[in-house]
């Protein structure tokens, strides 16, 4: 299994791409930045807290994700939102069927197009997502995602964007390659490429 992320993201030129769609999404989501401890331990144990020292929820990394991160030379314990790293709580709901999903995902530095991504799925009960997910507007994303599957195997997510305030109403299209001269069909819809526009990485959107 790869742990490599290789995604380019453009801007859209307009809704022709609702035309195609075969699944929309909702979905919310959170980082444990600076006002929150992540850490893996060597017990493969990813425990995160608040400022206050607080237990925010813990989960056990799977044994595959946790051997990946020492092949990259990670050491444990090891400081997850720190060097470039990212730790993020999302929810997704499925607009047909109301199913939900929750995921953790921990997102090391890009170089180039790539960057390492490891996605756990976990329980509702691992962390109080309504209390996580109750905060001001600014702190959290929030965005509608319509998914278009491609005759190639890739597929196009193209998000419309409700949190925070400052980018509401940005549509952003993205699609993640096997490799990063993969060649793929370009839709009429799609605008400028902003892969490497760090303004339009999500996180960077919060305050």
Request: aromatic residues 10%; contains cysteine; glycine residues 4%.
């Amino acid at each position: 299994m790869s742990y490599i992320e290789i995604e380019r993201k453009f801007l859209v030129k307009n809704s022709s791409f609702l035309q195609k769609v075969t699944q929309v999404k909702h979905i919310s989501q959170i980082y444990f930045e600076k006002d929150f401890s992540c850490i893996i331990g060597t017990d493969r144990i990813l425990s995160i807290k608040n400022i206050k020292g607080d237990s925010v929820g813990e989960i056990t990394v799977p044994n595959d994700v946790f051997t990946n991160m020492k092949e990259i030379d990670i050491t444990f314990p090891f400081k997850v939102n720190d060097n470039g790293w990212i730790c993020r709580l999302r929810k997704e709901v499925d607009e047909a069927t109301s199913k939900d999903r929750v995921e953790l995902t921990i997102k090391g530095p890009h170089s180039g197009l790539s960057k390492p991504e490891y996605n756990i799925s976990i329980s509702n009960h691992n962390f109080d997502m309504e209390a996580l997910m109750n905060v001001d507007d600014n702190k959290k994303i929030e965005k509608k995602r319509c998914v278009i599957d491609n005759k190639d195997g890739t597929k196009w997510e193209i998000d419309t964007f409700i949190c925070p305030p400052k980018v509401k109403g940005l549509i952003l299209a993205e699609i993640e390659l096997p490799d990063e001269s993969f060649d793929f069909k370009v839709p009429e819809w799609l605008g400028d490429e902003v892969s490497d526009d760090s303004q339009y990485y999500n996180k960077n959107m919060l305050s």
